[in-house]
Structures are given as structure tokens and as C-alpha cells.
């Protein structure tokens, strides 16, 4: 199985200091099935064009062999394209998958990270929460929420993003009623990039969604930004 796996992880990117590369656009998909999947980030890796992008296939209570289908539809498309397919499981199984990491909820238990060949990213939305994944060795925290999302709590703010991320150990991508309209002002924060759901999964055009979070990260970083 390890073989087989190891051949649709991508290659791993990395910036100008030799560290693994974080992607200044995240985007979380939540496919109905693997045809959805592949066309989901088909779209969003066109749209995108050179940004430095990374996708997330995220489908709670699937069953495993249904995650491990929607990753490698998504995989099919995007790593051609050197896009890194992330997937929201635990690491086993997403090294399973071939996955070129897991995203792990906030408060996961440390004993559930025993596969640390496979990159870690963990969902945050406190101080502790960034805490536990510098402990774990995360590549990267997604905190949220930022703005008002429905059923999400109390948001952020952006005075509050900054203070976060000045006082992080790892790189922070900053989620939650993020619209394109928006990116400028959050990046000023010093976060590391964004991660975006339903800006781009509830668009009538995802397409047309992710060139619009890809033409504000440039304006906002210029080449930094870029793969």
C-alpha cells in the first residue's frame, strides 16, 4: 500500500529558505462524489492559475474508502498542475490516501498523530488551539473564525488575527467570511495566507471565485504569493 500511495503524493514544494512552502490560498472542498471532486478543483486550480495553492478535500462522516475516492479525484486533476491535495482525516488515513497532508480539527489528541511522515495542519481558534499545533509539528494552523460565519461563534476580528499571529510559533492562514474584498486587510495582519469554503463552494462559478481570491492575493503580495 505504501508504494502505491507514495506515487500520487506530489513533490514537495519549498520556499526560498528550504522549508516546506505554505500556501497562500487554501481551499477547503467539500464534494458530493469524486466527479464533483474533480471538477471542483479543476475549477479552483484554473482559476488560481500561479498563486501558491493548496486544496482540501473535507467530507465528515464518510466513510473511509468514500474520503480516500475524493482525494484522488482531486488529486488527478491538481497534481499535474503541482497543486498539493490535502485531505481532513486522521494521518493514517490520509497517508493512505496519498495525501500530501493531514487537517486535523482543534483539540485532536496528540496520540492520534502518530504518523508524522505525513504533514500535519490543525484547525485553531484560540491561543491553545495554536499551541497544540506548534506542539504537534504542524506545517501550518487555519484559524477561524475571522468574520461572522453563521453557527460559528463570535468572530475574530482582525485585531485580534494580529495579536494572534504575532504571538504564533508556525505560520497562521486566516479563515472565516473571507471575501476577496477582504485579503488585503487580513494579510496585513502578518497571517501567512487564506483558506476559504464557501467563497468558493457556494459561488455560482467557482471558477470565477478562485480568480477573484487569486488577482487580490497578487495585488496584495505581488510575486510572493506565487508558485
Not at 69 to 74: E, N, P
Request: glycine residues 10%; contains cysteine; aromatic residues 2%.
Amino acid at each position: 500500500m505504501r508504494a502505491a500511495t507514495a506515487t500520487i503524493r506530489s513533490e514537495s514544494t519549498t520556499g526560498a529558505s528550504g522549508a516546506p512552502a505554505v500556501p497562500a490560498l487554501y481551499v477547503l472542498l467539500e464534494p458530493r462524489n469524486p466527479e464533483h471532486a474533480a471538477a471542483l478543483a479543476n475549477a479552483v486550480v484554473e482559476g488560481a492559475g500561479t498563486i501558491r495553492l493548496a486544496l482540501c478535500v473535507r467530507r465528515r462522516g464518510a466513510a473511509a474508502h468514500e474520503q480516500i475516492d475524493l482525494l484522488r479525484a482531486a488529486a488527478s486533476v491538481a497534481r499535474p498542475r503541482s497543486v498539493e491535495v490535502w485531505l481532513a482525516a486522521d494521518p493514517a488515513l490520509a497517508r493512505q490516501a496519498g495525501a500530501d497532508g493531514a487537517h486535523l480539527p482543534d483539540r485532536t489528541a496528540l496520540g492520534t498523530t502518530a504518523a508524522r511522515d505525513v504533514p500535519l495542519a490543525m484547525s485553531v481558534h484560540d491561543p491553545a488551539g495554536l499551541e497544540r499545533a506548534a506542539a504537534i509539528g504542524a506545517r501550518f494552523a487555519v484559524l477561524a473564525p475571522i468574520f461572522e460565519v453563521p453557527g460559528k461563534g463570535p468572530p475574530l476580528g482582525l485585531g485580534r488575527l494580529a495579536r494572534l499571529v504575532a504571538g504564533a510559533t508556525l505560520p497562521v492562514l486566516a479563515l472565516g467570511g473571507i471575501g476577496p474584498e477582504h485579503v488585503a486587510e487580513v494579510l496585513g495582519t502578518g497571517a501567512a495566507g487564506i483558506a476559504v469554503l464557501r467563497g468558493i463552494a457556494e459561488a455560482t462559478d467557482p471558477r470565477e471565485a478562485a480568480a477573484r481570491y487569486a488577482e487580490a492575493l497578487r495585488i496584495a503580495c505581488g510575486a510572493r504569493v506565487s508558485r
